[in-house]
């Protein structure tokens, strides 16, 4: 079974101007399927050929810590299931924050939603070098969880492990064409893009 490279859930062009139709092209078309192409080239005639990508994730994870040979599956594998997550964490401007139960949540754990923003941004702010920052369901609660380079929740390698139910890129790749070195004002454009709809309906599943 081959990897596919998901579709964008929205046109190049949709973030403009806070995400940029050449970011997007850059990200997108080259970075995202460059891990996917690499991931279908490394898994093939493995063990792990027949696995869907998620399944890839997880069986790599734990198998990179004792195999060092699979490690150049498992980054990426990871990141091509890292960026299908990020895209549908994004949406075109023009929507609201978190709402119902997902509100009630984040004000519960966070304090209100302005202090949840603040503390994610610094969270992903402060996170040194390549990689993304997470708002995860940990043992029923919402936690803040940043991961290096290709590592998300779902791996049982990971320090926070959870479900995932928003993700920010914070590789430059994700930014530099558009804020150069400037992350904080990518973060906070992010904010302005959050598909909170999507994140409402993982959060829910994650709950049951
Ligand atoms: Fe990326």
Known sequence: MSIELPNLPYPYKALEPLISENTLNTHHGKHHRTYVDKTNALVKDTPLAASPLDSIVRQCAWRATADPATMPLFNNAAQAWNHAFYWHSLRPMGGHGPQGSLGEAISSVFGDERRFADAFKSA????????????????????????????????????????????????????????????PDYISAFFNVINWNAVAERYAAAKK
């Open 124 to 183: 992903a702010t402060g996170h040194f070098g390549s990689g993304w920052a997470w708002l995860v369901v940990s043992d029923k609660k919402l936690k803040l969880h940043n991961s290096a380079n290709q590592d998300n929740p779902l791996m049982s390698i990971c320090e926070v492990q959870g479900t995932p139910v928003l993700a920010l890129d914070v590789w430059e790749h994700a930014y530099y064409l558009n804020y150069q070195n400037r992350r």
